[in-house]
């Protein structure tokens, strides 16, 4: 479990206690002494309300710890400069296996990809950098008529569940002590028919390879 999820479990266990020792102190007649745990207790239920949000919302982002396959990109050609982009997760780590088809004009394909790095001592308790992708593109070699095609790109994330901590990060400017790096990273690659990638995921970041002899090629004569 992530150790948000044990952090969890031990506010709610705190909370309960604080809620019995007021009850008890209600019980004897101890105003002072029920209002303290009292008080103690909308601490402990602020702090696990703020531990839920943002455990729900890492769950949206897929957990890593090694370089990890997170995707593979088949592409397909349709017409000039226009093709099918065909995104496989692996399905061990996927909310939904089956692959997605994408329609994106250009010469190249381009994932955007959000990254979340913890500290150096959050990782020895156990968090690991989190990724989420953000955006699926075509891309044109030419600047000009990148300029005047119009945009092919798909949002790959879906509605935010629990407190985003990104929005959290903005929010407290930046400066929250328990994260080392958050960023967005980008990758991007050519295009050509029966080419197949593998997207993987390290602690330095994004990384793509060929999978067959079309990717290969097309990687070559760039």
Known sequence: MNPLGYLCIFLGLLLV??????????????????????????????????????????????????????????????????????LIYPSDEAIEADPKYYSVHGDEWQLDTRIIKWNSWANVIGLDSYYQFERLSGRYTNVEQANSAPPSAHQLTGEPRGMSIWKLKNLMKSKLPFLDAYYGQSIFVPMQDGAKYSVSLSQTGLVVRPVNEPATQALEAW
């Open 17 to 86: 206690l604080f809620i019995a020792l007021s009850l008890n102190r209600i019980k004897r007649r101890k105003i002072i002494g029920s209002t303290m745990y009292g008080l103690q207790g909308m601490v402990v239920f602020l702090l696990l309300i703020a531990a839920l949000l943002i455990f729900s919302n890492l769950n949206t982002y897929q957990r890593l710890t090694y370089e990890n396959d997170i995707a593979d990109v088949l592409v397909r050609k349709l017409a000039k400069q226009k093709f099918q982009l065909v």
